[in-house]
């Protein structure tokens, strides 16, 4: 299956009292920076920007260096001149990743800028990281397999969504693989994990346990 040819980028600051977010009025209210991959890409290629943009690395002869990116988080981040700042607790949301491979970058370099990114998101402003990267366990993609290993061993938490091995089934329709990550404790496991069936419904996913759904009890 091809990737896809459009990534997007957000830096989004949840209040902690809410359970929901409407990211139209976030984004209205400045808790929402998006950056749209495939809008800056054709201003990029199209037009002539006067200052430097974050997708920059498109134009220049070495598609290696994710750097006019991370400093698109980094100045998003940093305090207005009063030194506060208005995020609290920011998520990093990366939608995704592999489009980078499929651009010409290796996956050391987004390896590198993911690391710088959870340097500054998550250790200086105490918030979180959250990526999405395509594993197609068919395709030999070297590339990919790092990018994917390397992200696996620097998360807390890993989320894999995937088919069932037994093939289609009209009333569950894949499953998803939670693992927790926890520092090594020598009265505690260091890793948990779960695993959850779904089935996706018009507005909404319901999940159950592996081997609970209604339709094969």
Known sequence: MPRPTAASLCIISFPSTSKGVNLTAARESGQLVFLEGLKSTVDIFF?????????????????????????????????????E????????????LSVLLSLGLGAVAVLDFMQYCRATVCCKWKGNVVALVHDDRDAEDEENDVLLNGLSHQ???????????????????????ILWRRPAQPTTQRDRSL???????????????????????
């Open 47 to 83: 037009h002539t920007p006067e200052e430097p943009q974050p997708l920059q690395f498109l134009r220049e002869a070495s598609a290696g260096n994710l750097q006019t990116l991370y400093e698109f988080v980094q100045d998003t981040l940093k305090p207005m001149d009063s030194g």
């Open 85 to 96: 700042t208005p995020w609290k607790y920011p998520v990093l949301l990366v939608d995704n």
């Open 155 to 177: 998360s807390h938490l890993i989320l894999r969504a995937e088919g069932l091995a037994t093939g289609f089934c009209k009333d569950v329709h894949g499953q998803l693989r």
């Open 195 to 217: 695993t959850y069936q779904y089935k996706i419904q018009d507005k909404n996913v319901s999940f159950f346990a592996k081997g609970m759904s209604p339709a094969i009890l």
